[in-house]
């Protein structure tokens, strides 16, 4: 893999891109390993600089290779690489305009997928929606691949890292791969929980409310290790 120009703080050394890639590749294979994806039907991608890496379109991410590497700039220019990258890249472009965000996950997840057909914002079943930022929106359903769908994206990502595509499926983003797969799996668990929840005949799921879930979110701010 060949060094690239980065027009903020000149070149992008070529093992900083060759290790993006192969995390890149990583991740998009995990998401079909765990389920989130079938086939090529998700995508992948993460900035360095300002290239932006991304999984190409209609390749099984089992036949990728280090010389497959896909990447563009800001404006969705092709920078590196002969494949096609995907065609929701105007949804990882708008991310990546407008957050801070580094990694970008989007998958067709089972259980988020279902929910977007039933709620315009996912019920709150569980305080980890506030590691999210909060409720979880459905953004409103546009063909995909288009402006449209980016712009839908958009609000439903307000000071939110991740949504639900209605009729679609999952976007997320981090400042890296892990953490935007991650909240990737953590939405779709909340969606399963709450699906199965609601299913049960005769009773309906307690909901938390927005108090609890802002007291959560100010614990969760200091979970883990420092």
């Known amino acids: 893999m060949v060094e690239h120009q980065d ?7 070529a093992d900083e891109l060759a290790r993006a890639w192969d995390e890149v590749v990583a991740t998009a294979r995990r998401t079909v390993a765990e389920g989130l994806v079938v086939g090529t039907s998700g995508n992948v991608s993460a900035r360095v600089g300002d290239t932006v890496l991304v ?5 099984p991410y089992d036949r990728l290779t280090p010389d497959d590497a896909v990447g563009v700039d800001l404006d ?14 105007p949804m990882h472009l708008a991310v990546y305009r407008t957050t801070g965000a580094r990694a970008v996950v989007h998958t067709h997840a089972v259980h988020a997928t279902a929910v977007s057909t039933l709620v315009r914002e996912l019920p709150l079943i569980h305080y980890m929606a506030a590691a ?3 409720a979880v929106r459905v953004a409103p359903y546009a063909t995909y691949g288009t402006a449209e769908l980016a712009e839908h994206m958009l609000d439903a990502l307000t000071d939110r890292t991740a949504c639900l595509l209605q009729n679609h499926g999952t ?3 981090g400042t890296s791969l892990a953490q935007a797969y991650d909240r990737t799996a953590q939405l779709e668990w909340m969606c399963r929980v ?16 927005p108090e609890q879930l802002a007291e959560a979110g100010e614990r969760l701010r200091g979970y883990g290790q420092r």
């Open 7 to 13: 027009t903020q703080g000149g070149p992008v050394p």
């Open 55 to 59: 999984t190409p379109t209609g390749v």
């Open 76 to 89: 969705g220019g092709q920078v590196l690489g002969s494949l096609r990258p995907t065609s929701e890249l």
């Open 132 to 134: 999210l930022g909060g």
């Open 171 to 173: 976007m997320a983003h």
């Open 194 to 209: 709450w699906l199965t929840a609601a299913s049960v005949p005769g009773l309906s799921p307690t909901l938390l409310t």
